[in-house]
């Protein structure tokens, strides 16, 4: 298999001049745009790609990368991967705080990096992080802009045509860290090829112009479509910026984070009293993933797509982790269908499995055997369900963590091996069941799952899901003081408390009917936000809430 980057020459002679990549200003207000041409990101790569192998940097080095996005990251990261350099890729951490350094000096042990590039004062500072071994080979950041910046310096470098690259690393991106220690993935050039096969398997072509947050849209050139990237959060997206983006681009596939999905939806209804236009109809397909969001959302954005959509429609609720994605598709269809369902506390449906995933519920006791759990087939007590952790094998999974994180996270928490044929199928700590349709279902992570009394579950999508469908708040559910009584926290702040709180209690008992067992929770009013992941801004932080919701307990009964 080809390095990815092999046949970038190849389309900068198809589109030399067509834009690879536009970085979009971190403030909503601006008209700054940093941009790069495919003919100029290929040749300044390949500069960059020079200084980089002539100080060392090829062959799987693993190599800090202190920059943060832009153009030049770009050009950098297409340099690295044009020499077989690994660019290593770290989480979201605040090093301002005491626990934020103690994380990055244990994520650099385990990795341990031998490489670094960045400006002299990152680097400067980082070398206080590390605690015995520090990279062996630095470079300054400016005098690699200054080099590939240079047009008297060679502007292409020869890719190594003779060796298989298919397991080759890539880079290293790390998870969140939100449901556990951040871990890195290692992502191979057999991913990334795969990931543009995902890609051209949806019809994805060189007329596409992509719209999102980073992740894999730094592959989308590679098939000759252009990446428009934003580098504001979730959060501060707003309804009006992904309309005034999608048309000033022409945007025609965009990917959202659930944060941005809901502003939208929000903005879509607040203006079609005023106008009946579509208001996204350059864009065929709309991606939401990193959370599960409303079928409401899905329904408001569905008919402001463009008349081309795909038969099925163009939004789609998309299911993955940084360990492997696209995992499952579900168009708003489904969403809806299934909506009654999802408020009547059974999960949250995810649709089909994604191109050539395979995709199996197997039980999820600490042990890397393969036990198939069997399809969902009736509709009895939710404390019933066929419940399993959702396991996935495929090209774009992930096969390794970086240094030592495998011997620490992976084994038999990642990783199932089925004796028959020795495939390897990854764990994602996600549990949920198949319907009798085939579909996915998620009723949310193994670790955030409530143990009862009686040895029953109650995990966190069927419990909140149900509370937030029929009073129209969001909760959390948490395991409590000591595991004797789950508590359901209530996000933001409410007017009236107790009538909330009664009528909690009240909707307590018809989901006590639906789970099968008479339940007992404790209701308590967070009053704020709820803290969530860095990278999406959806998922709910529960450790903190739990700690949070212990310590209010045991101040108030003290």
């Not at 046949?7 to 008209?31: Q, V």
């Not at 941009?35 to 040749?43: A, P, T, V």
């Not at 008297?152 to 298919?166: E, G, H, K, T, V």
Request: hydrophobic content about 35%.
């Amino acid at each position: 298999m080809k390095n990815i980057l092999f046949d970038l020459a190849e389309m900068t002679k198809k589109h030399p001049n067509k834009t690879a990549f536009i970085f979009l200003s971190k403030d909503p207000k601006s008209t700054e745009v940093n941009q790069i041409s495919f003919k100029e990101l290929d040749e300044k790569s390949s500069r960059a790609a020079t200084l980089l192998s002539r100080e060392g940097f090829h062959d799987g080095i693993v190599t800090i990368v202190l920059a943060k996005p832009s153009i030049d990251f770009v050009i950098l990261l297409y340099g690295m991967l044009k020499t077989g350099a690994v660019p290593l890729l770290l989480p979201s951490l605040n090093i301002r705080t005491k626990s934020g350094r103690e994380e990055l000096r244990k994520i650099l042990k385990r990795a341990n990096p031998r490489g670094i590039i960045g400006n002299k004062f990152s680097i400067f500072v980082s070398q206080f992080l590390f605690l015995k071994k520090k990279p062996e080979k630095k470079l300054i950041f400016s005098k690699l802009k200054q080099f590939y910046s240079d047009d008297s310096n060679p502007n292409s470098f020869n890719i190594n045509s003779d060796m298989d690259w298919a397991e080759s690393a890539a880079f290293v991106k790390y998870t969140t860290g939100t449901t556990g220690p951040a871990k890195g993935v290692i992502y191979t050039h057999r991913m990334l090829h795969s990931h543009l096969q995902a890609l051209r398997s949806e019809g994805i072509n060189d007329q596409d112009v992509f719209y999102g947050r980073g992740g894999t849209l730094i592959v989308h050139p590679l098939i000759g479509s252009s990446s428009v990237l934003n580098l504001s959060s979730p959060k501060q997206t707003t309804g009006l910026d992904i309309v005034s983006i999608s048309k000033k681009w022409s945007v025609t596939t965009a990917i959202l984070s659930p944060p941005t999905a809901i502003n939208l939806a929000d903005y879509i209804s607040k203006q079609e009293s005023r106008n009946a236009d579509k208001m996204l109809p350059s864009i065929k397909r709309l991606y939401v993933g990193g959370e599960s969001v409303s079928a409401q959302v899905a329904e408001i954005i569905e008919p402001h797509l463009s008349d081309d959509c795909p038969s099925e429609g163009g939004f789609h609720s998309v299911y993955g982790a940084t360990e492997g994605f696209p995992l499952c598709y579900a168009p708003s269809s489904i969403l809806s269908e299934t909506q009654q369902q999802t408020a009547s506390g059974r999960g949250v449906c995810l649709g089909n499995e994604a191109g050539e995933i395979d995709l199996r519920i197997l039980s999820y006791s600490e042990s890397d055997d393969f036990h198939d759990i069997p399809p969902v087939k009736n509709q009895g007590p939710i404390s019933k369900l066929s419940i399993g952790e959702i396991s996935v094998n495929g090209p774009v999974v992930y096969s390794s963590l970086i240094g030592q994180d495998e011997g620490l996270f992976g084994g038999a928490n990642s990783w199932a091996t089925r004796k028959k044929d020795g495939t390897r199928w990854h764990r994602t700590g996600d549990l949920g069941y198949r319907d009798q349709e085939g579909r996915i279902w998620i009723v949310g992570r193994k670790s955030h799952s409530v143990k009862l009394h009686n040895g029953l579950f109650l995990h966190t999508k069927p419990v909140e899901e149900f509370f937030n469908s029929r009073l129209g708040i969001r909760t959390a559910i948490v395991q409590g003081l000591d595991n004797q009584k789950p508590i359901l926290i209530v996000e933001k702040s409410v007017i009236n408390w107790p009538e909330m709180r009664t009528s909690l209690k009240n909707e307590l008992s018809d989901f006590s009917e639906s789970f099968g067992e008479k339940l007992n929770l404790e209701f308590i009013h967070y009053g704020k936000s709820f803290p969530v992941d860095s990278g999406h801004e959806a998922k709910i932080e529960r450790e903190k809430l739990n700690h949070w919701a212990i310590k209010k307990l045991k101040n108030k009964r003290s």
